[in-house]
């Protein structure tokens, strides 16, 4: 394969890979276009589009769509209606495409065939690659591509896309100009426009060509013996998740703590070659923080991902959701859901990315609106802060610890709240009532490769900091504008926060949250964490003008934590945690529901709903704590 670099420009054929989810489609298109492709959004909507380049023996230079899965033309999720309406030139902004290569699973020809038949119809050029023919050999389902060619009436290859030369065929026929013209109709015939007939053709081939035979995945039925079993499968899956949750926040405990030394390192040094003013404010302050709350977050996101494309390509990750489907059901919602609420454990905002694969709608919205409720890791200092400084350290039942029992319950109050949302919106809705059963194919086990876990990994750390991190920087400042402007005149009496707009918007605002037990320096505080959540530490200790009286960040920690003992009440620290289990998500995450939804409306009902339940539970808390002497 020639390996030239070819940059990613439009014009040129366009060659489109179609295929049933699970049949080695996207692994083949990253064996033709290695880095060589770009991801984004199809113009309208929130399903991803891959596009690429690669060049054939020849010097060909040809660009390839990678389609969503599809099983037929009759589209019954956003996937496949994007796919349809690129196969028949209705795609805003793409032309129709001059080929298509229908991948299909060599060992389950009976569905991937129909599919070949349907786009064969539509007038388009077609190959179909036998995908895994490898795999159908090892199990004694030998095929031959020229007989099923002769059948079909449209070239056949045999591909391997797991194996760096398992494309060789495919390239070698796409240098012929016959593949490029429209196909003959097929020998057997019968093929009617509605697509009615065929099944009958494809069932008239596969016995012609002695494959019609049910060829069972043996290796895989037993693996399913067990993580499939109804006792021993949720164990399995409830120990994997949990070691998957634990790895997200242990193994990224250094490399976390790596960007942020780099990131405070780089402030120190831009600072020193800068005169104090508002350039090295903005700089040091500004940019350089709010990059560094980007990409601190990183490693987090990337582990994550790993544990779900190494699922996902080796089989496991529908059948987890086929386990879950029944829990998550009970309270409207799918077991495809489960990714993405395990996603917001470690930020929303990769879990709202992760809704794409829940194909319905109405479950994919209730998905993402409650994402947020999970406890994502940016509120980890803040409990941390709170439940350190006014929880006491003692047992309970002499085996627990009362603060790890209170943090335990922020994160049950989260999922709680969630799983109570998505009940309300299944019992008050008409559409919410309708039965939905997961249909879903379970594919084999196989090993993940190497080289597609390694570029699923970079095209989920490059969407992430080129989407997410425009909007935190935005934000960031945005705020330390709020909170440097107006300065402090020379003779102030006061913290020179109280002169700045935060001060005056904390102050305006402080009314409203008085109910709640928050003071305006409380509501001032607040402020950043439309930036990040974690911004309110940082934020409390400005305002009570504490940053002088540290060196250095733990002391500074110390201090404002005696500080918060000395001036708040208990009701006040526990209805800020009951506040921070609901409250409203960051610019970046409301972002992120924007570009997913296609517009402001979802993201402001979020904001709004976020809002009205950290506030009630803020009240109930502070309230209830008060009436029993905690004021």
Known sequence: MNQAVVHLVPGGPLMALVGNPNCGKTALFNLLTG???????????????????????????????????AYSLYPS???????????????????????????????????????????????????????????????????????????????????????KDGIASLLAKLDSPSVWKAAVPPKTGGVQADGQGDHA??????????????????????????????????????????????????????????????????????????????????????????????????PQILILFFFILVLEESGYLPRAAFLLDRLMGSVGLSGRSFIP?????????????????????????????????????ARLPVYALLIGAFIPQREVLGMFQLQGLVLFALYLAG????????????????????????????????LPTVRNVAIGLWQRAKVFVQRV???????????????SYPAAPENADKPAIEYSFAGQIGKAISPVFEPIGFNWQISAALIPTMAAREAVISSLGTVYSLSAEADDEEAAERV??????????????????????FAPHCFAT???VKRETGGWKVPLIMAGYLFGLAYLAAFLTYRLAVLLGAG
Request: net charge positive; glycine share 8%.
């Open 77 to 163: 999720s956003p996937d496949e209606r994007v796919t349809c309406d690129v196969l028949m030139g209705q795609s805003a902004g793409e032309k129709r495409p001059d080929l298509v290569v229908c991948v299909v699973d060599a060992a389950n020809l009976r569905r991937s065939l129909r599919l070949a038949l349907a786009i064969k119809r539509l007038g388009l050029p077609c190959i179909v690659a036998l995908n895994m023919a490898d795999l159908a050999e090892k199990r004694g389902f030998r095929i031959e591509p020229d007989a099923l060619a002769a059948e079909l009436g449209m070239p056949v290859v045999s591909t391997v896309a797991v194996q």
């Open 560 to 581: 404002l934590k005696d500080h918060l003992i000395g001036s708040w009440s208990l009701a006040t620290a526990l209805a800020m945690l009951a506040w921070f289990v």
């Open 415 to 446: 999922i709680f709240g969630g799983m109570l949302k998505a009940w309300l919106l299944k019992r008050f809705t008409a559409v919410g009532r309708l039965l939905r059963p997961l249909m879903m194919e379970l594919p084999v086990y196989h």
């Open 590 to 592: 409301l972002g992120a």
């Open 341 to 377: 609420l395990l996603s917001g454990f470690a930020c929303a905002i990769p879990g709202i990315m992760a809704t794409r694969t829940i194909g319905h709608p109405r479950d994919r919205l209730v998905t993402i609106l409650i994402v947020p409720l999970m406890t994502c890791s």
């Open 201 to 298: 053709a494809v069932r008239s081939i596969l016995q012609k060509l002695d494959l019609d035979e049910i060829i069972p995945h043996t290796v895989s039925d037993r693996i399913d013996r067990f993580t499939l079993h109804p006792v021993l499968g949720p164990f399995l899956l409830a120990t994997l998740l949990f070691l998957v949750f634990q790895a997200v926040f242990s193994w990224a405990e250094a490399p976390m703590g790596w960007i942020e030394d780099a990131f405070a390192g780089l402030g120190e040094l831009a600072g020193s070659h800068l005169a104090d003013g508002w350039v090295k404010s903005l700089l040091v302050d500004g940019i350089i923080a709010g990059a560094g709350a980007v990409l601190v977050f990183l």
């Open 469 to 483: 991190g425009g909007i935190i920087l935005i934000s960031t400042v945005l705020i330390w504008f709020l909170s």
């Open 35 to 69: 880095s060589r492709q770009k991801v984004a959004n199809y113009a309208g909507v929130t399903v991803e589009r891959k596009e690429g380049r690669f060049v054939t023996p020849s010097g060909k230079s040809v660009r390839v769509l990678d389609l969503p899965g």
